[in-house]
């Protein structure tokens, strides 16, 4: 097994053991909704420092259960991880090309230096 494989894999098993040990060890089980988002997070604690606070905004659309803001929010975080893997996918490419274009090159130039050198060239014979 070559070292990147074992980095992916101990990865792949760091990020496993973080979705799996908050499940496995209870975590979270004194709430009435033990993972909660950060925002609803912050307006209980908003509201328990000032009952009487009014937000500023109201939002735009307000999803009518929570199973379509979730799927929504994951349709959301699906298109970014398509649009950055695009992105890095071209970047790639792009590298690909230049460094067969330049290894072309230098080919090509070799094998001209390397003719001509010989005296195998057309233009000599003339």
């Known amino acids: 097994m070559s070292r990147n494989a074992k980095i992916n ?9 973080l979705a799996v040990l908050p499940l496995a060890l209870g975590l979270g089980d004194h709430k009435e909704e033990p993972f909660a988002g950060a925002d609803a997070e912050a307006e209980t604690a908003i509201t328990e420092i000032e009952p009487d606070y009014e937000p500023w905004f109201s939002p735009l659309y307000e999803p009518p259960s929570g199973e379509i803001e979730s799927a ?30 330049q290894a072309q090159k230098r080919a090509r ?11 195998d060239s057309p233009a000599e014979g003339a």
Do not use: K, N, P
């Open 72 to 101: 929504l929010f994951a349709l959301q975080a699906a298109l970014g991880a398509g649009v950055l893997a695009y992105y890095f996918g071209l970047r790639r490419g792009r590298r690909q090309g230049t460094e067969l274009a």
């Open 109 to 119: 130039r070799d094998t001209e230096s390397t003719s001509v050198g010989t005296g």
């Open 9 to 17: 894999a101990l990865l792949l098993l760091v990020v496993a053991a």
